[in-house]
Antibody
Framework: QVQLVQSGAEVKKPGASVKVSCKAS????????MHWVRQAPGQGLEWMGI????????SYAQKFQGRVTMTRDTSTSTVYMELSSLRSEDTAVYYC?????????????????WGRGTLVTVSS | SYELTQPPSVSVSPGQTARITCSGD??????AYWYQQKPGQAPVLVIY???ERPSGIPERFSGSSSGTTVTLTISGVQAEDEADYYC????????????FGTGTKVTVL
């Protein structure tokens, strides 16, 4: 079964970091780019960045540069998103989403498979 | 930054047609994509490359493009179509590749 399984909800204090995982199954992990998208409560979707699971290269939205790090572990078919210096505005559901494009080509920048999301709550 | 503007809400009676617009300066040059999101669920792709429908998406969902506006049309709306809908596209230079629209809540009366 093709799916993305994300880690469980997290509660963090302001200034801390959080690392969310997304485990892929049912397809060749290194063949598709992976993105991270977040959604604050009652708000819209916001793209955060992309990782190539094959080589590990990344590109981040300007807004998150310097605070976000995306990595992958090919041995476990898992991508990670770490966000540091958390503030209350980072409270959101964080989704991993698979790009439709093969990593042998450029990303298409749209997503055919999503994880169920991980709620990160930042509160003192 | 680059913005895609959608109406906050659209209301439609069952069996009628819902049209959701998305406006952006680069839409004549960039494809648009549409996602449906129901409460507590992840988004689902319903239209790609302006007007293509993924397998498994009902035929009542269609997309079109005209100038700086793209439109998602739901023909013969059903109660299950009540959801938030988001367009997605990129600016003309590719500096902002993964921009989402502001979102539209479709209410089935």
């Amino acid at each position: 079964q093709v799916q993305l399984v994300q880690s469980g909800a997290e509660v963090k204090k302001p200034g801390a970091s959080v690392k969310v995982s997304c485990k892929a199954s049912g397809y060749t992990f290194t063949s598709y780019y992976m993105h991270w998208v977040r959604q604050a409560p009652g708000q819209g979707l916001e793209w955060m960045g992309i990782i190539n699971p094959s080589g590990g290269s990344t590109s981040y939205a300007q807004k998150f540069q310097g605070r976000v790090t995306m990595t992958r572990d090919t041995s476990t078919s898992t991508v990670y998103m770490e966000l540091s210096s958390l503030r209350s505005e980072d409270t959101a559901v964080y989704y991993c989403a698979r790009d439709v494009s093969d990593t042998a080509m450029v990303p298409e920048w749209y997503f055919d498979l999503w994880g169920r999301g991980t709620l990160v709550t930042v509160s003192s | 930054s680059y913005e895609l503007t959608q109406p906050p809400s659209v209301s439609v009676s069952p069996g009628q047609t819902a049209r959701i617009t998305c406006s952006g300066d680069a839409l004549p040059k960039q494809y648009a994509y549409w996602y449906q999101q129901k409460p507590g669920q992840a988004p689902v792709l319903v239209i790609y490359k302006d007007s293509e429908r993924p397998s498994g998406i009902p035929e009542r969902f269609s997309g079109s493009s005209s100038g700086t506006t793209v439109t998602l049309t739901i023909s013969g709306v059903q109660a299950e179509d009540e959801a938030d809908y988001y367009c997605q596209s990129a600016d003309s230079s590719g500096t902002y590749p993964g921009v989402f629209g502001t979102g539209t809540k479709v209410t089935v009366l």
